[in-house]
C-alpha cells in the first residue's frame, strides 16, 4: 500500500494534555497534510507541511516533517474534549495528482 | 458559500439495483474527487477528474463510473450495486490541479443488501 500509517490506532487523554499522532509514508512526497474528521462527518482540512519545511505551527497545532524517515507528527497542545475525533495524514506523492490517506488515528478527549 | 454539496445523505440499495450520488462545488474549483471510507482503512480514491472534460481512475475504480458533467459537478454512478461496495462515499474538491488542500462534502451512506 502506498498509504500514510497513523500510529497509534487510538489514543485516549485528559483535557489539558497534549497528544501526539504519528504518520509514516513510504514514497517521497510532494507535501503532507492533516485532516480532522468529527464523527459522521466529512474530513476537514487542518494543516499543510511541504516536503522543504520541517516544522509548521497553527493555534495549537504544531507538525513536523522527517523526509529522511518518511514520517511525520501531528502535536496537539492544552487538548479539549471538542478535539475528540480522528485524524488522518494525507500525503500528495511526486508525480501525483491526488492525496493518500492514511488510516487515521482515533483521539478521545475525557473531559 | 455552501463548499461542497453530495445528495443524498442515507441511501439502501438491493444488490443490482444503481444509483447515482451527486456532487457539486461552489468553489469554481478545478480538480474533484470520490473517495469511499471503510472501517480500518482509510479513504481509498475511487476516481478523480483534474479539470473539466477529463476523469482518471483512482485506487478502487472497478465497479464505478464517473461523469463531469462541467466544472461544478461530478457524479458517481454504481450501474450494478454490490454488498461490497457497501460504505461512505466522499467527494472532494480542490483549487488547483491536484495535491493542495481538499474541500470535502459530508458524505453518503451507502448500504447495499
Known amino acids: 500500500s502506498q498509504q500514510g500509517e497513523e500510529d497509534p490506532q487510538a489514543l485516549s487523554i485528559q483535557e489539558g494534555e497534549n497528544a501526539t499522532m504519528n504518520c509514516s509514508y513510504k514514497t517521497s512526497i510532494n507535501n503532507l497534510q492533516w485532516y480532522r474528521q468529527n464523527s459522521g462527518r466529512g474530513l476537514v482540512h487542518l494543516i499543510l507541511i511541504r516536503s522543504n519545511e520541517r516544522e509548521k505551527h497553527s493555534g495549537r497545532l504544531r507538525v513536523t516533517l522527517d523526509t529522511s524517515k518518511k514520517s511525520s507528527s501531528l502535536l496537539i497542545t492544552a487538548s479539549r474534549a471538542a478535539d475528540t475525533a480522528s485524524y488522518f495524514c494525507a500525503t500528495d506523492r511526486t508525480g501525483a495528482n491526488n492525496l493518500f490517506f492514511g488510516t487515521g488515528t482515533r483521539l478521545t478527549v475525557i473531559p | 458559500n455552501a463548499g461542497v454539496t453530495q445528495t443524498p445523505k442515507f441511501q439502501v440499495l438491493k444488490t443490482g439495483q444503481s444509483m447515482t450520488l451527486q456532487c457539486a462545488q461552489d468553489m469554481n474549483h478545478n480538480s474533484m474527487y470520490w473517495y469511499r471510507q471503510d472501517p480500518g482503512m482509510g479513504l481509498r480514491l475511487i476516481y478523480y477528474?483534474?479539470?473539466?472534460?477529463?476523469?482518471d481512475k483512482g485506487e478502487v475504480p472497478n465497479g464505478y463510473n464517473v461523469s463531469r458533467l462541467n466544472k461544478r459537478e461530478f457524479s458517481l454512478r454504481l450501474e450494478s450495486a454490490a454488498p461490497s461496495q457497501t460504505s461512505v462515499y466522499f467527494c472532494?474538491?480542490?483549487?488547483?490541479?491536484?495535491?493542495?488542500?481538499?474541500?470535502f462534502g459530508s458524505g453518503t451512506q451507502l448500504s447495499v443488501l
Open positions: 472532494a474538491s480542490t483549487e488547483g490541479d491536484g495535491g493542495e488542500k481538499l474541500f
Open positions: 477528474s483534474a479539470s473539466e472534460g477529463t476523469t
